[in-house]
């Protein structure tokens, strides 16, 4: 009987050292994956199936905690992946791949342009783009350079990343 004393500290201590570690404490601590745009490749749309880099930029990508990379056909289809659970965990960062103000919208652009994180581009939306997967929506650099792009297509609005997620989702409840 010399031994159950041993045996409960025993226990205690691993208790007490799962629970530093964070085990069984209902808790667990959330890694985040740094999160950086990933090459264009040879992905698949996480939406469609389709393969990304045959269709017209701006195509987007997001990061997910698990340090997942998704990649999109289009803004449109981010837009879909955005609005539902995944389970890859939540979204820590998303990319849109940026046109230059003087590149033609309704002209095919499958040459990978630079990702930028989507909370320091301006949207347009409100140009009609053909062939394009979802919503048509186009990313630019900055607010001038949509703004260059709105000016010569009337109907056109510059929106930022959360003004666009807000018109998504009433698009969304509204159809």
């Known amino acids: 009987m ?10 205690w201590l691993a208790v007490a050292l ?23 490749a040879d992905h698949e749309g996480a939406v469609c199936g389709m393969l990304v880099r ?16 998704l990649f999109f056909c289009s803004i449109g289809d981010l837009l879909v992946h955005l609005s539902a659970p995944s389970p890859h965990g ?3 960062e998303v990319f ?9 919208p309704n002209r095919p652009h499958l040459a990978p342009h630079p990702w930028l994180r989507a909370d320091e581009v301006a949207f347009v939306i409100g140009i009609e783009r053909p062939n394009i997967m979802g919503e048509p929506v186009l990313a630019y650099r900055d607010a001038e350079a949509a703004s260059q792009v709105t000016a010569r297509n009337a109907g056109a ?12 989702s009433e698009r969304v409840v509204g159809s």
Do not use: Y
């Open 18 to 40: 799962l629970m530093a570690l964070g085990c069984g404490t209902g808790k667990q601590a959330e890694s985040v994956a740094p999160a950086e745009a990933g090459p264009l």
């Open 96 to 104: 849109v791949e940026v046109l230059e103000p003087d590149e033609d």
């Open 157 to 168: 609005i510059v929106l930022g990343f959360d003004e666009l997620k807000l018109w998504w």
């Open 90 to 92: 939540r979204v820590v």
């Open 2 to 11: 010399t031994d159950r004393p041993e045996k409960a500290r025993s226990r």
């Open 54 to 69: 045959t269709q017209s930029a701006p195509r987007g990508q997001v990061v997910h905690r698990d340090g997942t990379n």
